[in-house]
C-alpha cells in the first residue's frame, strides 16, 4: 500500500517535471511591458489635450457665434433705424412739397377767377364801343366820315377783341396747369401714402425684439419680392415726383406771372410789378439759404461734439492700452533673466512678442485715428466760424432786401387803376412759407 502510494507520487512530480520542461506560452519582455505603459500615457495625454483644444474651440465659437449674432442684430436694427429716418425725411418733403402744391393750386385758382371776372368785366366796354360805333353809323350825308373817333373806337375794339383773347387763352392754360397741378399732388400723395405705410412697417420690425411673441420661421424669407426697386430707384422716384411737382409749380408762378404782366397797362407798372416780385422772390430765397446755414451750424455743432467725446474716447482708449503694453514689456524684460538653458524661445515668448507687437499696432492705429479726429475737429471748427460769418452776412442781405420793399411800398399809390382797384392777390411762392401780396 504505501509503495503503491509513493509510486504514484513518483509518477505524479515526474510529469511536473515534464510539464515544466515542455515549451512556454507567448511572453513580453520588460522593454516591451514598458513601451506598451508609454503608449498609453502618451496616448491619454493626447487625447486629453485634443479634448482641452476642442473645448476651447466650442468655448472660442460661441463666443464668436454670440457677438456675431448680436452685431448683426444690432447692425441691422441701426440699419432700420437709418431707413426710417430716411423715409421720414422724404415724408417731410413730400409733405410738404403737398403744400406747397396745394398752396400754389389755391393761388393759381384765385388768378383765374380773377382773370374770369376780368374777361366777364370787358363785355361792357366792348358792348358800349360797339353801340358807339353803330350810332354813329346813322349819320347822313357829309358827316358819315372816317374821323379819329372812329378809329380811335375801332381800335378800342380791337383792343379788348384782343385783350378777351388773351384772357381767355390765359384762363384755359390756368385750367390745364391746375390739372397738372393735380396729377402732380395725387403722385406726391400716394408716394406718401407708400412711405407712410413703409415707415409703420419698419417701425413694426425695429420694435420686435427676439423675445416677441409674434416670431417664427417662415418659408423662403430671402426670396425676392416681384415688383422690389432698388434703393437709387425708391429715391429717384421720389426725387422725380418732387421735381414735376416743382416744375409744374414754376410753371404755375410763371403763367400767373404772365397773367399780371397781361392785365398791367404800361411797361413802368409791368416793371414795378416784376421788380417787387423779384425783390420778394430773392428775399424768400435768402430766408431759404439763411435758414439752411442756421441748420448747418447747427448740425456741425452736434458733429463738433460727437467728435469731442470721440476724441476723449480715443485719448482714454490709448492710455489704457499702456498698462498691458507696460506689462507685456515687463514679462519679456524679466524672462530675459532665465539662466542658462532655461533662458528659450518658447511659446510663451512668441506670445508674448505677439502680444507685445498687436499692442504696438494698436496704439499706433489709434494715434493715427486721433490724428485725423483731431484734424476732421479742426476742419469743422474752422468752416463753422467760416458759416457765422457767412450767416451774419445773410442776415444784413436779409435785411437790405426787406428794407428795398418798404421802400418800393410808397410806389403803391401810383399804380394802374384797373390793377389797384382789384382784390390783393396772395402770391405763393416755391417754399410755401410766406404769403406775398403782389399788389
Known sequence: MYSRERGQRMHSEHERVEHCRAKPGLRYSVSDWDT????????????????????????????????????????????????????????ETLESCIQEVEKEMDALTLWKEETERALTATAVPLEVTVECLT??????????????????????????????????????????????????????????????????????????????????????????PIGSTTPQQWEQFSQYNVARAQEEMQASLQLREDMSVTRAQNELDAQRIATVFAIRKRTHHLEQAHDETQWQMKSSQVEISDMERDIHSLEVDLQAKMAPLKLV?????????????????????????????????????????????????????????????????????????????????????????????????????????????LA
Not at 493715427?368 to 457767412?390: F, I, P, S, T, V
Open 36 to 91: 506598451s505603459n508609454k503608449q498609453i500615457s502618451d496616448t491619454a495625454e493626447h487625447r486629453r489635450h485634443m479634448s482641452h483644444m476642442t473645448r476651447q474651440e466650442g468655448r472660442a465659437l460661441r463666443n464668436e457665434t454670440t457677438s456675431k449674432t448680436n452685431w448683426d442684430k444690432s447692425d441691422s436694427s441701426r440699419r432700420l433705424s437709418d431707413r426710417i429716418w430716411d423715409i421720414s425725411r422724404w415724408r
Open 329 to 437: 514689456h515687463t514679462r519679456l524684460e524679466n524672462r530675459t533673466k532665465r539662466p542658462g538653458v532655461d533662458l528659450c524661445r518658447d511659446e510663451v515668448q512668441y506670445g508674448l512678442v505677439d502680444e507685445a507687437n498687436q499692442l504696438e499696432a494698436t496704439i499706433l492705429a489709434l494715434k493715427q485715428k486721433l490724428a485725423q479726429a483731431q484734424y476732421a475737429l479742426q476742419a469743422l471748427q474752422l468752416h463753422q466760424a467760416h458759416m457765422g460769418e457767412d450767416l451774419s452776412r445773410k442776415k444784413d442781405a436779409l435785411s437790405l432786401e426787406q428794407r428795398s420793399l418798404e421802400t418800393r411800398s410808397r410806389l403803391a399809390s401810383a399804380a394802374f387803376t384797373d390793377v389797384s382797384s382789384g382784390a390783393v392777390v396772395p402770391l405763393t411762392i416755391s417754399s410755401g412759407r410766406h404769403n406775398l401780396e
Open 135 to 224: 350810332l354813329r353809323e346813322g349819320r347822313r350825308g357829309n358827316e358819315l366820315v372816317s374821323d379819329p373817333v372812329e378809329a380811335q373806337l375801332k381800335k378800342e375794339v380791337e383792343m379788348i377783341d384782343g385783350a378777351q383773347r388773351v384772357l381767355q387763352q390765359r384762363i384755359d392754360k390756368a385750367f390745364e396747369q391746375l390739372c397738372l397741378l393735380q396729377v402732380s399732388r395725387q403722385q406726391l400723395t400716394h408716394d406718401l401714402q407708400n412711405k407712410i405705410e413703409a415707415q409703420d412697417i419698419d417701425l413694426s420690425c425695429l420694435s420686435i425684439t427676439v423675445t416677441s411673441p409674434k416670431t417664427s420661421l417662415k418659408p423662403n424669407p430671402l426670396r425676392i
